[in-house]
């Protein structure tokens, strides 16, 4: 049944039952009797029956005649089971999964086993699958190898073979019958996958840049529910379809409404998925990046509100819902105090501050810019069996590779850290870095070492604490913090001083500087592709290169991190503008920030970007106020930081006896 | 035969000697000698030596720039300057941006080859930034100077237009010039004529256009003269403004043209020949696109 159907029915209804209220009387009775067969065959009998039955008011007798058909359609619809399991993943979703891992987990299994049910049963009914003892073979082995075995994959040729051999010779019993409900049965669990948050994981494995829509698809999809509208009944047997038509009608409204709200210009921005041990950890930190108001209820609340501009109303409900969140969960801040007013009006601030976008780009001169990498080559060791008579601890060696064109001396300090897999309570401990440079570079642990050379490529072991015995499956975190690493920028920009209109033609208007300065029209800051860039502009705006005299100019610069690991510090970064006047402002201390500054404070949370103070400037070098034609320069700046890089292996160690 | 002989000669003999009698004065009118080559367009120009600069500068590395200059044109170039703009002494430091260069004399009977010079920039290059495969400053050489110009040509006025039986000269309504030996231009002659019922003048609209490579900026109109005789020009649109600039011809950068209009009275009679003179001055600029390359 199509959309338009539903819509269709639901409008003939409606006339049906106007049409049954105007009548009155038998010429009531019958053009209600008329209307409600001809035109509404959902509320037809309910109208016709309350006709019927009320001698003297056809209205009075639809309206009864419709509520017991309503009643009755309920009725019909709880004893409907894809029905039922539409509530339940309502309430599933909306409530118990909120209730934490464990009451999640449970009320998934419950769901999964009653969503397989009422499939088969669904497919069934289509004649799709004529034997459901399949299955539920299939359901039985996953619960089994699942969430019992832990999905190991000794687990899944164990059970494997024997569900199979079961399954097999239900297959051949019911002359291949069995089989086609075992496949059906891959559909519920593959919700399961869903709703759990598969696809947290799968972005973060990936590690992709998850856009804001397929986020708001993760987060605001009931899952069970959507299985369920697939099990509605199509046809019109049950004398519901006039019922879940509506709801499938809202669900679809619903499905539409959170893509609407994802593709509002500026809603929020794409942020990386956080590494995570497991599905529900995964979803879990999704939503901690994610904590907006759920777009279907900033777009109905938007609409009662009345608001004629409904997308800047659901950006600001959902900016307001993602700063509350940020300043109870991270900043750790109760509501309703001056420290949680403070922190929503510094996140405000921090918007606003974002809106300032000071763009760099990449140096196309440098074509090799400094980078580090973690790599774990052939010889790690990812299965070992271990027996008793072992005598030897397992070392987990790590290669960090270096490209330092710049041969830059910066310390290279890598840890590392062991979580237990497979458990409900993840178990965590450090591990013990050796093979660094102790004996020979002065000052330095047995897990650093210092670069300095253009490429550089250093083995280090992890070992597991003496008071730890590994066995089982393990997570090895790998960590590499870079000390005190460089990385320079550069800006290009033009002073003409005072000029007339016939230079200003000639020079400017033709774009002949333009043309010849910055073809690539590219009048942001470039540097290598380091891990982190300080991009800076100053002009009449942010992104014009050509400087007059006496007119305002503006400074504005940010940090920005462009490689794939996390800025731990900034110890200090300069703006090398020598000669140039900053104007003062009120607030004197970030004024004069904005040149340059030390130990800048880190941002809290998974922020990518720095935002450095801004400034005037009030007077440029006496060279740069009026040249006789006009003057090309090039300005530096650097910034001194610490970064740090991961990676993930999975181990297994098993201890035989 | 020998009488013959004579005969011609003498009458070759006299007639050169007419030609150049016509010519007039020496100094500001048009030479017959001369005119040669003061026709077409030309204008200075301007070339670098091999390998100066080089393709390829190194870092912490000396290097020079030589150019040689050639004035082409038909007329002395004076107050020359060459301008070395835009680059980044951060990367190319050079000890002079401008330099003059001396009168340059134009293309005549005793230097066929116009007036030569050459000029020496010398600079310094510095460190790429950080590692930078290589830098590309792009700058600009710009050529100015001041020159001038000189229209000549024989027109024919006649003041009685519709006199049937006048054997004279024909006159030419609309005449146009491939150009003066210089990249300012005459490029059309427009002649109106009032016949003697109507008032008995000549009107002359003459368009000077810039064909040559680089901008003209100011053209002044300094003298003009019809059969040796002070014409009364002005330049069109400036008939409000007062006498000193009413000469003047203010090229903008997309506006390099502009009109004279020249008026005389005609003399009553029958068609005649005669020389119509326009001298100018003008200020020229010229700029090219080079670039500088440092590699590692």
Redesign the interface.
């Known amino acids: 049944m199509g959309i338009g159907s539903i819509l269709g029915r639901g409008a003939a209804g409606a006339a049906g039952k106007t049409a049954a209220s105007a009548g009155t009387g038998a010429a009531g009775k019958s053009i209600a009797s008329s209307v409600a067969k001809n035109i509404a065959p959902a509320l037809g009998k309910a109208a016709s029956g309350a006709g019927a039955s009320a001698a003297g008011g056809a209205a009075k007798g639809v309206v009864w005649g419709a509520g017991a058909a309503v009643g009755e359609g309920v009725v019909n619809l709880l004893k409907q089971e894809s029905f039922v399991l539409f509530i339940v993943g309502l309430l599933h979703f909306f409530w118990l999964r909120n209730l934490g891992n464990t009451i999640h987990l449970y009320s998934s299994i419950a769901l999964l086993i009653f969503a397989t049910y009422v499939f088969l049963a669904y497919m069934a009914e289509k004649g799709s699958v004529a034997n459901k003892l399949g299955g539920w073979i299939v359901l039985l082995f996953f619960l089994i190898w699942y969430l019992y075995n832990g999905a190991t994959l000794d687990g899944l040729i164990y059970f494997g073979i024997i569900f199979g051999a079961i399954l097999l010779v239900v297959t051949i019993a019911t002359k291949g019958r069995g089989f086609q409900s075992a496949l059906a049965a891959l559909f519920p669990i593959l919700f399961f996958f869903m709703d759990l948050g598969v696809l947290s994981l799968v972005f973060k494995e990936v590690d992709w840049q998850l856009a804001k829509i397929f986020s708001d698809l993760i987060l605001y999809m009931p899952w069970w529910s959507l299985l369920a509208l697939f099990c509605f009944p199509t046809e019109d047997k049950s004398k519901l379809s006039s019922f879940m038509g509506p709801v499938r009608i809202l669900a679809v409204v619903y499905i539409v409404i959170i893509l609407g709200g994802s593709l509002i210009p500026s809603v929020g921005h794409d942020t990386l998925i956080p590494s995570a041990g497991s599905l529900m950890t995964a979803q879990q930190q999704v939503q901690e990046k994610f904590q907006g108001e759920n777009p279907f209820i900033s777009n109905m609340i938007c609409i009662f509100e009345g608001r004629s501009d409904i997308s800047e109303c659901v950006k600001e409900r959902q900016q307001t819902a993602e700063d509350t969140s940020y300043c109870k969960s991270v900043e750790k801040l109760d509501e309703n105090t001056p420290q949680f007013e403070q922190c929503l009006k510094d996140r405000q601030e921090y918007r606003q501050k974002q809106q300032v976008q000071v763009v760099g780009s990449s140096?196309p001169?440098?074509?090799?810019p400094t980078r580090a990498e973690l790599i774990t080559d052939k010889f790690f060791p990812r299965e070992v069996n271990i027996y008793p008579e072992d005598n030897y601890q397992v070392q987990y060696p790590i290669q960090v590779k270096i490209i330092n064109?710049?041969e830059q001396i910066f310390m290279v300090e890598v840890n590392c850290n062991f979580t237990k897999q497979g458990s409900s309570k993840p178990e965590s401990f450090s591990g013990i870095v050796t093979g660094g440079d102790k004996l020979s570079f002065p000052g330095a642990g047995e897990n650093q070492f210092a670069a300095g050379y253009v490429t550089q490529s250093r083995t280090l072991y992890c070992n597991y604490p003496d008071n730890q015995i590994l066995n089982g499956s393990y997570k090895i975190t790998f960590i590499a913090n870079l000390s005190n690493v460089n990385t320079?920028s550069?800006l290009?920009r033009v002073f003409i001083g005072f000029k007339d209109a016939?230079w200003r033609?000639?020079w400017i208007?033709?774009n002949?500087?333009l043309d010849?300065?910055f073809s690539n029209r590219n009048y942001a800051s470039v540097s290598?592709e380091d891990f982190v860039r300080l991009n800076f502009a100053f002009g009449h705006s942010s992104d014009y290169p050509i400087i007059e005299a006496n007119r305002s100019i503006v400074l504005n610069s940010m940090i920005e991190n462009i490689g794939p690991g996390e800025i731990t510090a900034v110890h200090d970064y300069a703006i090398k503008l020598s000669g140039f006047n900053i104007q003062e402002s009120p607030s004197a201390t970030s004024n004069m920030n904005c040149l340059e500054g030390r130990d800048v404070p880190m941002p809290k949370g998974a922020r990518k970007d720095i935002y450095l103070p801004g400034c005037l400037i009030s007077s440029l070098p006496l060279d740069l106020t009026n040249p006789e034609?006009?003057i090309?320069?090039?300005f530096?700046a650097e910034v001194n930081y610490d970064y740090l890089i991961k990676k993930e292996e999975s181990i297994r160690v098993s201890r035989l006896s | 035969m020998k009488l013959f002989a004579q005969i011609t000669s003498v009458t070759l003999i006299l007639m050169l000697l007419l030609l150049c009698g016509c010519g007039g004065s020496s100094s500001q009118g048009p030479g017959i000698v001369k005119y040669n080559f003061q026709t077409g367009i030309s204008e200075l120009t301007l070339k670098f030596l091999p390998n100066a600069p080089p393709e390829k500068i190194y870092p912490f590395s000396g290097f020079k720039m030589i150019m040689d200059l050639e004035n082409q044109a038909g007329y002395p170039i004076k107050n020359g300057k060459i301008?070395v703009?835009?680059?980044?002494?951060?990367?190319f430091l050079l000890d002079q941006t401008e330099q003059d260069f001396e009168a340059l004399e134009g293309r005549s009977m005793i230097n066929p080859l116009g007036g030569r010079a050459r000029l020496e920039f010398s600079g310094q290059a510095f460190q790429?930034?950080?590692?930078?495969?290589?830098?590309v400053g792009?700058?600009?050489l710009?050529a100015s100077y001041d020159s001038n110009l000189d229209f000549v040509d024989t027109i024919c006025l006649n003041s009685n237009m519709y006199e049937v039986y006048d054997s004279g000269c024909k006159t030419m309504p609309k005449k146009n010039y491939a150009g003066q030996g210089a990249p300012l231009a005459v490029a059309s002659l427009d002649q109106i004529t009032y016949p003697a019922n109507a008032g008995g003048e000549v009107e002359f609209r003459l368009s000077v256009r810039n064909k040559g490579t680089g901008?003209a900026e100011k053209v002044t109109l300094i003298k003009a003269q019809l059969g040796g005789e002070d014409l009364a020009c002005e330049v069109a649109g400036n008939q409000n403004k007062p006498a000193e600039k009413k000469m003047i011809l203010t090229f903008?950068?997309?506006q390099q043209e502009g009109t004279i209009i020249c008026r005389a009275r005609l003399k009553e009679g029958s068609s005649y020949s005669t020389t119509l003179y326009l001298g100018f001055t003008y200020s020229y600029r010229w700029?090219q696109?080079y670039r500088l390359t440092l590699v590692k």
């Open positions: 140096d001169t440098i074509k090799q064109p710049r320079v550069r290009s016939t033609n000639n208007t033709n002949k500087i010849t300065h290598p034609m006009y090309y320069r090039e530096e | 301008r703009v835009g680059l980044d002494e951060k990367y790429l930034f950080s590692s930078s495969e290589q830098y792009n700058y600009f710009q901008k903008e950068d997309k700029e696109k």
